[in-house]
């Protein structure tokens, strides 16, 4: 499975919003400017997640985006599906042989679990031994 630019710059708006949870909404253009990606583009992708209920919008004048719940209860898998679609690397319903058919569902099993394992809180808080800042403190 290959993960599009949709997935990658959906998890950056997300990742984005969960750094700034609690703080207020936060607009797409200081996204954009933010990551330097195309504010239409990011545009694009707020929908489905809007509509999927992971992100809310605020309107006015100092209006913009939000988590829809906290950054420990929303996973990459829930922002891959939205605007990837379902997690597979192959289509291994078609698969004839059992052993191919078996191995493309653990593969998928392994991706779906890592993806449904990584919550934005994680990803925000990784640092780049691999520990999470947030329980640095607990060590």
Excluded: C
């Excluded at 929303?74 to 078996?102: C, K, N, Q, W």
């Excluded at 808080?125 to 329980?135: E, I, K, V, W």
Aim: hydrophobic share 35%.
């Amino acid at each position: 499975m290959k993960v599009s630019t949709k997935g990658r710059y959906g998890l950056t708006i997300m990742m984005d919003l969960a750094r700034r949870y609690g703080e207020g909404p936060t607009s797409l253009k200081s996204v954009a400017e933010r990551h330097q990606l195309s504010e239409h583009y990011l545009e694009q992708l707020i929908s489905p997640l809007r509509n999927a209920g992971l992100v809310r919008s605020v309107r006015g004048a100092y209006g913009g985006y939000i988590l829809a719940r906290s950054p420990e209860e929303i996973t990459a898998g829930d922002v891959i599906r939205v605007l990837e679609g379902p997690i597979s690397p192959v289509e291994f319903s078609e698969e004839d042989d059992p052993a191919r058919r078996d191995l493309w569902k653990r593969i998928r099993d392994a991706i779906a679990d890592v993806l449904d394992n990584t919550t934005l809180a994680d990803l925000i808080h990784f640092t780049p031994d691999g520990q999470s800042d947030a329980y640095m403190f607990y060590i």
